[in-house]
């Protein structure tokens, strides 16, 4: 990392200091309990998986590089119950107001693929600057249709780091205009708000889409921190879940906060989004963790794994606050990722995964992708040193309000109030090299052991009443 790439991304962290919640807000924060996704048994889900896949984003058809076998393989190997699936406003509304039913078809045969395997599937309208149009035929962004791309002219530089492209003007205009912040696309935000209304439509009455990923990793142009999350962003998470509510009262929607500064552990300022739906509303807070000095190239190891384990305690306060002020919202990590040959990659995983345990967030790993990044080599199908840190215990579903829970390679405690209407029972997941033999539960009876999915279920509890406090270890 040389010098001016640190000190364009002390910029990047300079435009969004100023930003967030104030002090006072903070100290009035109560720590609530939060509440959890759940299935249609009325189960709190754990989520456990990768987000599928980067290919999406530049693939003509808008699909990612990743086949049924690819998805046995990575069940069979890391025993994985969740998807964020990318898809792209460009692939649903490739012309203006014509929603691409076939694309759409094509995203569903994929979403029964993870049906027929157990998975729940969280679609994530990706984008990166903006979209492939930016800069056409260079294959910079991603995300936003060419029709809906407004750079006026202005310039695009050339990055290494394609972060920094977020810095150049004509990245700026695009989302300017988006945001309507320039006064002259008004039309925009409208079709984006279409666009989901008609993936919702596609999807309403499909279990496995459990949740609408509303956008990725928004960026305000000239609008930043709170100016921009309180007010143009809220404003269109609110008019898209208006939308999707018009067809689908059931899923969940997944709100970003802006990516800049919140991936390194600032303050969101996202608004409160309020849901239509009768009964509970279904909203979650589903931020990204990427800390900058692991950005910067050192790794987790020596004084960058220190500013890492801090980015990491002030990214999980500042989460908490938001969730608990947008609602007492249940949280996913929607994306964190890294080269895992960088030293102490693996710890980073271990780390990451331990402190969602503590906050019961779900987890979707960057990325499916085959590389340095992903769980398997460029071929596929060759494991990676990723895969024995993703293999690890957890608990898949909840009959009932989870209360504590830890894991350890041969353990996984955790207690729970049960709730008398869920209508499936507890499930946990075994990986193989802690628990070779199966598992010894205190606690709870076993109600059955599958040994080649590595599922155990657990009986209802004997006294609804109680919490119930589990510990189970390696047979
Ligand atoms: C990265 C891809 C990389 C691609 C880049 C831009 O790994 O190959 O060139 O996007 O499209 C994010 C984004 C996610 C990024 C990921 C890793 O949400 O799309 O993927 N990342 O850089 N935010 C922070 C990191």
């Known amino acids: 990392m040389n010098r001016a790439r640190v000190f364009s991304l002390v910029a990047l962290a300079a435009l969004v200091v100023a930003g967030g919640e104030s002090a006072f807000v903070r100290q009035l924060m109560p720590v609530a309990e939060r509440s959890a996704i759940t299935d249609t048994s009325g189960r709190a889900l754990g989520l456990?998986?990768?987000?599928?896949?980067?290919?999406?984003?530049?693939?003509?058809?808008?699909?990612?590089?990743?086949?049924?076998?690819?998805?046995?393989?990575?069940?069979?190997?890391?025993?994985?119950?969740?998807?964020?699936?990318?898809?792209?406003?460009?692939?649903?509304?490739?012309?203006?107001?014509?929603?691409?039913?076939?694309?759409?078809?094509?995203?569903?045969?994929?979403?029964?693929?993870?049906?027929?395997?157990?998975?729940?599937?969280?679609?994530?309208?990706?984008?990166?600057?903006?979209?492939?149009?930016?800069?056409?035929?260079m294959g910079i962004g991603n995300g936003a249709p060419g029709w809906a791309t407004y750079t006026d002219g202005l310039p695009i530089g050339q990055h290494d780091m394609w972060e920094l492209y977020y810095l150049d003007a004509g990245v700026i205009r695009a989302f300017d205009n988006f945001w309507?912040?320039?006064?002259?696309?008004?039309?925009?935000?409208?079709?984006?708000?279409?666009?989901?209304?008609?993936?919702?439509?596609?999807?309403?009455?499909?279990?496995?889409?459990?949740?609408?990923?509303?956008?990725?990793?928004?960026?305000?142009?000239?609008?930043?921190?709170?100016?921009?999350?309180?007010?143009?962003?809220?404003?269109?998470?609110?008019?898209?879940?208006?939308?999707?509510?018009?067809?689908?009262?059931?899923?969940?929607?997944?709100?970003?906060?802006?990516?800049?500064?919140?991936?390194?552990?600032?303050?969101?300022?996202?608004?409160?989004?309020t849901d239509s739906r009768p009964g509970e509303a279904r909203v979650a807070f589903c931020p990204h963790l990427y800390p900058l000095a692991m950005d910067l190239g050192g790794g987790y190891s020596g004084g960058s794994r220190d500013m890492v384990d801090a980015t990491i305690a002030s990214w999980i306060g500042n989460t908490k606050r938001t969730a608990a002020r947008l609602g007492n919202v249940p949280i996913i990590l929607g994306e964190f990722g890294l080269d895992t040959?960088?030293?102490?990659?693996?710890?980073?995983?271990?780390?990451?995964?331990?402190?969602?345990?503590?906050?019961?967030?779900?987890?979707?790993?960057?990325?499916?992708?085959?590389?340095?990044?992903?769980?398997?080599?460029?071929?596929?199908?060759?494991?990676?040193?990723?895969?024995?840190?993703i293999d690890r215990p957890y608990l898949r579903a909840v009959a009932g309000t989870l209360q504590t829970l830890s894991s350890a390679p041969d353990r996984l405690e955790f207690s729970f109030t049960p709730d008398a209407a869920a209508a499936a029972p507890t499930e946990l997941y075994l990986p193989a090299v802690g628990f070779p033999h199966g598992a010894a539960v205190d606690g709870a009876t076993i109600a059955h052991w599958d040994t080649s999915r590595r599922i155990l279920t657990l009986d209802a509890p004997g006294n609804p009443a109680a919490t119930q406090n589990i510990v189970v270890v390696a047979a």
């Not at 998807?83 to 094509?106: H, K, M, N, T």
């Not at 009455?205 to 143009?232: K, R, W």
């Not at 019961?360 to 990676?384: E, F, K």
């Open 48 to 137: 456990h998986g990768f987000s599928t896949a980067g290919s999406a984003k530049s693939s003509v058809d808008g699909l990612p590089r990743f086949t049924e076998a690819d998805l046995a393989r990575e069940n069979a190997d890391m025993g994985t119950n969740f998807v964020r699936f990318l898809i792209s406003w460009r692939a649903v509304e490739p012309q203006p107001g014509i929603y691409d039913q076939a694309y759409l078809a094509e995203v569903e045969t994929r979403v029964d693929w993870f049906a027929k395997q157990g998975y729940h599937v969280m679609l994530d309208m990706h984008q990166d600057l903006w979209g492939t149009e930016i800069v056409p035929g």
């Open 180 to 273: 309507n912040t320039t006064g002259t696309h008004p039309e925009l935000m409208d079709h984006y708000v279409n666009a989901w209304k008609a993936v919702a439509t596609q999807f309403a009455s499909n279990p496995t889409v459990i949740a609408y990923d509303l956008m990725n990793e928004p960026f305000g142009g000239t609008l930043q921190g709170p100016a921009f999350e309180a007010g143009p962003l809220t404003n269109l998470y609110q008019q898209s879940l208006d939308a999707i509510r018009t067809v689908d009262p059931d899923s969940w929607a997944c709100l970003e906060p802006q990516a800049m500064g919140v991936n390194w552990g600032l303050p969101s300022g996202l608004g409160v989004v």
């Open 341 to 389: 040959t960088l030293p102490g990659a693996l710890d980073y995983v271990d780390t990451v995964y331990a402190q969602m345990d503590g906050i019961h967030a779900g987890v979707a790993y960057w990325s499916r992708d085959n590389g340095l990044w992903g769980p398997y080599d460029t071929d596929g199908v060759t494991a990676r040193n990723l895969v024995a840190a």
